[in-house]
Structures are given as structure tokens and as C-alpha cells.
């Protein structure tokens, strides 16, 4: 009877619209927070946090946030007649995204914060044909975009590359065997980024087999999956691959144990038992694999890797290690 690893492999998947852009409140402040005051760009002062907009969600329209600043304690050089702050220049930036695309349609260096938003959901509609969605807007900070093993972007925002990158890694695939793929950073004063739509369109694949509750003594000898790649959605590709798995089973329940967009499906066998994981690359798949074993202690050897791109149906047989 086969062992299932649909917790660790399938883990529940969420929209990328569902991923969006964090509410930051304060940080490293201490006692002087109530002194915490819009930036005015004057030198003797410093970032501690943005302020909290009317809403969570990235899609909300209305999203405003600012950065926060305090004073240190070194004064001007002259209290008696003070520099004049120097010119404020505030530099706005939006992501907007698709969930069938693995990349995203940035817009940055603009002096408005919704010019910015309202061209890159332009540039993304008209390359999806509809249905982006944006993350927000920023300023005079940093964005991060990765992507985990499913082929799901997340967002991360911090007041440079370091802390944007940092933020996007902590909420990013923390069920999985290897920290998400950086896709890109973004700095509110960079130029637009438009990625070609052919590239980063997502073709998916997904693998399905017997539920082992439904499954009667034997069904499952040799044990099989049933991987359907090439689709042009998650939901049709782990419909395929369902259909497939009970239609050979005289309807027995089956149930998905991986999908990703644009990426892999790898299978390997172990000392307990057959198993798949999804990748994005097949370097990233074997590294993968090994260290979800050596988290479960057990030893495992690949077998065939199943690509998202290539149109197909298969039926992987664990006991000789490729399809039928």
C-alpha cells in the first residue's frame, strides 16, 4: 500500500492576489516612538517605519503608506541659523501580477504613487489579457519577489534590498525543503521592468493517486501516479490527473499529492515507500528531495522527472521507475 506525502508535497495552495503587500508598523523604535513624525528628508533624521493604511488588502485602491522618521540627537551644526532641509524627492513604485504568470510587471522612479500603479496593471493586462491584479504601491523603499516550489510568487517589502529580500524569504514556502527562488528586487527609484508574457506564462502539471483509505488490499501493487503536464491552469491540470487516477481504478477515490507552474514533478522511491515532490528545476528537485529525506529520515533515490511544459499524460510506475 502506498504512503502518502500529500501534507509535505501538496501543501494547500493560496492566490498570489492572496499574498500581498504587509502592513509595516514600527521597528527598532525605543522610548523616543512618539516623537515618530513624516519624513522630511532633513539629515539629522531616520527611518523607523511606515504608516499603517486604511486596509490589508494589496488590492485595495486606497492603500496609502508613508515612511516614518525621528530625529537622532545629533542637531544642526549651527542651532543658531540651521541649514534649510534639503528638497524632498519621493520616488513611487507598484508591482502588478498574474497568477498564471511566474513573473511580475513593475513600474518605478514615477512621481505619482497611483501613475505608477495604474501603468503597471495596464502593462500586465495587456500582456494576461486581463484579470492582474497589483500588490500595492511603495516609496523611496524596496520590494522583493520570490517564488516557491509550486511556482507561487510572494512579496516582501523592506527599506532596502537586504530587509525586502529578508522579509519575502520568512513568509515565503516555509513548509518546503529549500528557500524559495528569488525572482526579482525592486527599488522604488528603478525604471520599469516588463517581462516577456510568452516566457513567463505558467503551463502546469500535477500528480494524482489512490486515496490509501479507499484503496483495497493490493490496488496499490505496483504502485502508481498518474501526472498530467502542459496545462494552461492548476485547476485543469489537477483535474486531469484525478480523472485519470479513477478512471483507472474503476472510480476509487485518488487524490493530488503535487502541481506546479512552470517547474517539475519529480518521483523518488524511499524506505518508506514511493513519493513526489514539485520544483521548480530538476537541480532544485533532486536537492530537494534529498533534504525532505534526510528531514524524515529515511533514504531515497530518484526516478523520472515530469516537466510542466511538455504536454502529456503519464502513468509512473514506482516499481520500475518510470512511466508506462
Not at 21 to 49: K, Q, S
Amino acid at each position: 500500500m502506498m504512503t502518502s506525502y500529500s501534507k509535505r508535497t501538496a501543501r494547500p495552495l493560496k492566490s498570489v492576489a492572496a499574498a500581498g503587500l504587509a502592513t509595516v508598523l514600527l521597528f527598532g523604535v525605543d522610548e523616543r516612538a512618539e516623537a515618530a513624525h513624516p519624513c522630511t528628508g532633513a539629515p539629522n533624521e531616520i527611518i523607523v517605519g511606515m504608516t499603517k493604511g486604511p486596509g490589508d488588502n494589496p488590492n485595495d485602491p486606497n492603500m496609502r503608506s508613508l515612511p516614518l522618521c525621528q530625529y537622532t540627537d545629533q542637531g544642526p551644526a549651527n542651532p543658531a541659523a540651521p541649514a534649510p532641509p534639503p528638497r524632498i524627492i519621493q520616488k513611487h513604485a507598484s508591482i502588478a501580477w498574474h497568477a498564471d504568470a511566474d513573473q511580475v510587471w513593475m513600474e518605478g522612479n514615477f512621481d505619482s504613487t497611483y501613475g505608477a500603479m495604474t501603468k503597471a496593471l495596464e502593462q500586465c493586462n495587456a500582456a494576461m489579457g486581463g484579470s492582474c491584479t497589483s500588490i500595492g504601491k511603495w516609496n523611496n523603499s524596496t520590494m522583493a519577489i520570490a517564488r516557491d516550489w509550486n511556482g507561487f510568487l510572494h512579496n516582501g517589502w523592506g527599506v532596502n534590498a537586504s530587509k525586502a529580500k529578508q522579509a519575502v524569504l520568512q513568509g515565503c514556502g516555509r513548509d518546503q525543503p529549500l528557500k524559495c527562488e528569488i525572482v526579482g528586487i525592486y527599488a522604488a527609484s528603478k525604471p520599469g521592468h516588463t517581462p516577456d508574457a510568452r516566457a513567463a506564462r505558467k503551463r502546469y502539471a500535477a500528480a494524482a493517486w489512490l486515496d490509501d483509505k479507499n484503496a483495497p488490499k493490493g490496488s496499490g501493487n505496483p504502485p502508481r501516479a498518474w501526472i498530467a503536464t502542459g496545462h494552461a491552469s492548476m485547476n485543469a491540470a489537477t483535474g486531469a490527473a484525478i480523472a485519470a487516477c479513477q478512471n483507472a481504478n474503476n472510480g476509487l477515490r485518488c487524490t493530488y499529492w503535487g502541481v506546479v507552474g512552470n517547474g517539475v514533478i519529480q518521483t523518488y522511491t524511499g524506505t518508506r515507500g514511493p513519493g513526489g515532490l514539485p520544483e521548480l528545476d530538476s537541480k532544485r528537485a533532486v536537492a530537494a528531495m534529498k533534504a525532505l529525506c534526510a528531514s524524515e529520515k529515511q533514504k531515497c533515490n530518484v526516478q523520472q522527472l515530469y516537466s510542466s511544459r511538455e504536454p502529456g499524460l503519464f502513468v509512473h510506475n514506482y516499481v520500475t521507475g518510470r512511466s508506462e
